[in-house]
């Protein structure tokens, strides 16, 4: 979409622009929209795989943009984190932590 072009031509740090570019090309994100789904946005990680599953009702306007870079911030931040991960751990870090990673991409 539109607003990948967008995000990744605002990203000056080469590995974040890799990740982004992964992350579209290689089906890590859910944004069609379709009956039944959720209209929540978020970033589900698997410490089995160590890879996040961004899912977004996207739509084609500012705030879409925003939702996808936000949650997109989340997946690089659990990539960031992924070597030291561990579950018992995962769930002690406070969700304000992940958030203000989050709202760096904002």
Excluded at 35 to 43: E, I, R, Y
Aim: overall charge neutral.
């Amino acid at each position: 979409t539109d607003a990948f072009e967008l995000i990744l031509r605002a990203i000056d740090d080469k590995e974040y622009f890799n990740f982004v570019k992964n992350y579209r090309n290689n089906g890590f994100i859910d944004c069609d929209q379709r009956a039944g789904k959720t209209h929540k946005n978020f970033t589900l990680y698997n410490l089995y795989t160590k890879t996040s599953k961004i899912i977004i009702t996207y739509q084609e306007n500012f705030m879409g943009v925003m939702r996808l870079s936000h949650e997109l911030m989340h997946a690089y931040s659990y990539d960031l984190f992924k070597e030291s991960l561990k579950l018992n751990e995962l769930y002690e870090i406070p969700k304000s932590f992940w958030e203000i990673f989050a709202k760096l991409s904002e």
